[in-house]
C-alpha cells in the first residue's frame, strides 16, 4: 500500500510541476506563431486518438466491431455536410442496428 501511495504523490508532484512549467514559460514563447500553432491543434489530436481507442479497441486488442461501422456512418454523414445530429443519429442507428443484428 505505501508503494501506492508513493506512486500517487510522485504523479501529483509531476502534474503540478508540468503546469507551473506551462505557467512559467515566458510571453514571448507562448505567443510565437508556431506555438499558437500547436495549441490549436493539440486538442484536436487527443481527440482523435482518444477516439480511435474507444473505436478500435476492447481493451485487450484491436476489434472491428459494431462501434467502426458507426464511426464509418458517421464520417459519410459528414461528408454529406449533415447536420451534427443528423451525425450522431446515424452512427447510434448504424451502431445499434448492427449489435441487434448480433455483428457486435
Given at each position: 500500500?505505501?508503494?501506492?501511495?508513493?506512486?500517487?504523490?510522485?504523479?501529483?508532484?509531476?502534474?503540478?510541476?508540468?503546469?507551473?512549467?506551462?505557467?512559467?514559460?515566458?510571453?514571448?514563447?507562448?505567443?510565437?506563431?508556431?506555438?499558437?500553432?500547436?495549441?490549436?491543434?493539440?486538442?484536436?489530436?487527443?481527440?482523435?486518438?482518444?477516439?480511435?481507442?474507444?473505436?478500435?479497441?476492447?481493451?485487450?486488442?484491436?476489434?472491428?466491431?459494431?462501434?467502426?461501422?458507426?464511426?464509418?456512418?458517421?464520417?459519410?454523414?459528414?461528408?454529406?455536410?449533415?447536420?451534427?445530429?443528423?451525425?450522431?443519429a446515424v452512427?447510434?442507428?448504424?451502431?445499434?442496428?448492427?449489435?441487434?443484428?448480433?455483428?457486435?
Open positions: 500500500m505505501t508503494t501506492t501511495w508513493a506512486a500517487l504523490l510522485a504523479l501529483c508532484l509531476g502534474c503540478y510541476l508540468l503546469k507551473l512549467a506551462g505557467l512559467s514559460l515566458p510571453e514571448r514563447v507562448i505567443e510565437h506563431p508556431r506555438m499558437r500553432a500547436i495549441a490549436v491543434l493539440l486538442p484536436l489530436a487527443l481527440l482523435a486518438g482518444l477516439t480511435a481507442v474507444q473505436t478500435f479497441s476492447d481493451g485487450r486488442g484491436l476489434v472491428l466491431d459494431a462501434r467502426a461501422a458507426g464511426v464509418a456512418a458517421a464520417a459519410v454523414a459528414l461528408l454529406l455536410r449533415a447536420p451534427f445530429l443528423v451525425v450522431v452512427a447510434a442507428v448504424v451502431a445499434a442496428g448492427l449489435r441487434a443484428l448480433g455483428a457486435g
